[in-house]
Each structure stands twice: as C-alpha cells, then as structure tokens.
C-alpha cells in the first residue's frame, strides 16, 4: 500500500483520541468512588498544600512574569489598534 504522511498522521491522531477515550471513560467509575473517600481528598489537599509551598517562590515569578507579559501584549494591542483606526477612517473615502 502507498500511504501518504498525511494519512499517517491522521491515523494517530483518530488512535490517540480512541485511546485518550477509552483512559477518560474507564477512570470516570475510580475517580467518582475515590473523590467520594474523605481520607483521600483530605490527602489530595495535604499534598496540593505541600507543592504549593514547596514551590512558592517559583509560582509567584511565574505568576508576575505571565502579569506583564499580559499587560505588555495589552500595550501592544493598543498600539496596533491605534495604528488600524486612522487607516480605516481612510478607507471608505477611498471607496467612494
């Protein structure tokens, strides 16, 4: 057979899916009862609690980098808007 990379690629990609599915829908029944247990969600939180503070500092720098990229990105689009407002002020006298 001539199989294009095309169909390859296509071919696992419906294969990761079908797996991704059957994982999700075999875990629903094990987590629903797990999520149920209070000596396992009380755990889940005493480890959620011990990552967060093992790793503080680290969450925190992220957090601000992710902050001013935000407000970079928004200073930007600003720009960029700026910039597009005069050019379509222009445009529809050119039309006519």
Known sequence: MNETPDFDMLAKGVATGVVATIIVESGKGAIGTLAKNPF???SLGLVTGYFAHKYRKE???VTHKTAEHGKDFMVRQKENLKNMLP????APEEVK
Do not use: A, P
């Not at 050019?87 to 222009?90: N, S």
């Open 59 to 61: 969450i925190i720098s």
């Open 40 to 42: 396992v969600m009380f």
């Open 87 to 90: 050019e379509c002020r222009e």
